[in-house]
């Protein structure tokens, strides 16, 4: 799924002297359902480790809404210090009808994403066997696409400002930011995945028509880089035109490259399609591995079904299954996700938002087995 790092770059994993594979991990459940998928999802990789001949010593962090309420901020000041010496960050998630909906945010996951240049919001988007898609009469091998959002600027660069409260006269203005640099280096890593995948497409998420300034840029750069990669084709859709061919022929999609804003929601759909937002992972990707790079379910902390224990773990699981591929365990990512799809199309254990009565903690254990 991830392109190789450039050779320049170092791989933040430790491996000693004696070949033993060490990695450190921090982990934040977060808020909500993020403290429930978060342990059971430590269980499969910890077995997968145990088997597969490395050893991830984690570290728990019990930052969220909960430290908020004590603490008046969602971490510490020097959280992101603390987490800069770490191989990986694994999150679960974050959000709670205490606190309006950007203080999570913005108090915790876009710090973080920002600080430590997790440029690329990589995010799966592959229907598997035996799950059911609200789309008819389609089948796994009809979906199966990825997304490659903007994670660093764009529409979340939080520039903006508030005037005249409470006035007739109240405005708003949210800046969105686009860099040359910030652009190029994210359609790059898109072509170079598009080139790895076998159907070599690559759609970029556009809205030039409307957006002259900002999409503009995007459509200019997007084509530079494209140059460089003859043996992929690349088409331009603007982006309801693009949210519209997601469900009406899936079949035609392979590499997405989106905006920091269009990626999010263009995700949401795409979790939609494949079955449920409960099965869809993301990694906060620093390619170059200068900094730790964070991984985490997409979904959020669900309040309406918090503290049921029955939250679909697959999204955190297979999160869990990207951070060790970017560690360098190919294999344990392949196991992890084969024993997700076993898993998945066996149907047995299925959890509510699967159509079935399973708990969290029996849809991990049944991953857990198949491995
Ligand atoms: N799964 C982590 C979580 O709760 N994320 C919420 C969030 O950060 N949403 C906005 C975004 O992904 O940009």
């Given amino acids: 799924m991830t392109p190789p790092a450039p050779k320049a770059h170092r791989a933040r994993s430790s491996r000693a002297g004696d070949g033993s594979r060490n990695y450190r991990v921090a982990v934040i459940p977060g808020d909500g359902v993020g403290k429930e998928v978060t342990p059971v999802a430590l269980e499969v990789l910890r077995a997968v480790a145990a088997s597969g001949g490395f050893r991830f010593v984690s570290e728990e962090f019990p930052w969220g809404s909960d430290y908020h309420a004590r603490h008046g901020e969602m971490m510490p000041a020097d959280a992101l210090d603390t987490l800069s010496s770490v191989d990986a960050i694994l999150l679960g998630a974050v959000g709670s009808p205490e606190l309006a909906d950007h203080v999570p945010v913005w108090g915790l996951v876009l710090p973080i994403r920002q600080r430590f240049d997790q440029y690329v919001n990589l995010r799966p988007m592959r229907l598997l066997a035996g799950a059911a898609t609200p789309l008819a009469g389609r089948s796994a091998e009809d979906v199966d696409m990825v997304c490659v959002r903007e994670n660093s600027e764009g529409e979340y660069c939080g520039i903006g400002r508030r005037v005249d409260r409470g006035e007739d006269t109240e405005t708003a203005e949210e800046t969105s930011v686009f860099s040359r640099r910030g652009i190029e280096r994210v359609a790059r ?183």
């Fill in 189 to 371: 890593f898109a072509f170079e995945l598009a080139a790895s995948r076998p159907r070599r497409k690559l759609a970029s998420a556009t809205k030039s028509n409307a957006l002259r300034h900002s999409m503009v840029l995007w459509d200019e750069v997007v084509a530079e880089v494209a140059a460089e990669y003859s043996q992929v084709e690349v088409t331009r859709y603007h982006v309801d035109a693009l949210a519209a061919r997601m469900v009406n022929h899936p079949e035609t999609l392979d590499t997405i490259v989106a905006s920091n804003l269009f990626g999010d929601i263009l995700t949401d759909l795409g979790a939609a399609i494949t079955g449920s937002l409960g099965l869809a992972p993301s990694g906060n990707l620093n390619p170059e591995r200068q900094h730790p790079s964070m991984f985490e379910p997409i979904h959020g902390s669900a309040p309406d079904i918090a503290g049921r224990g029955i939250a679909n773990p697959i999204g955190t699981i297979w999160a869990g299954a990207m951070m060790l591929e970017h560690l360098g365990e190919t294999a344990a990512h392949d196991r992890i996700v084969a024993a997700i799809e076993s898993v998945v199309a066996a149907g047995r254990v299925r959890t509510p938002d699967l159509g079935g009565d399973a708990t969290t903690k029996e849809l991990a254990a049944a991953i857990g087995e198949a491995l």
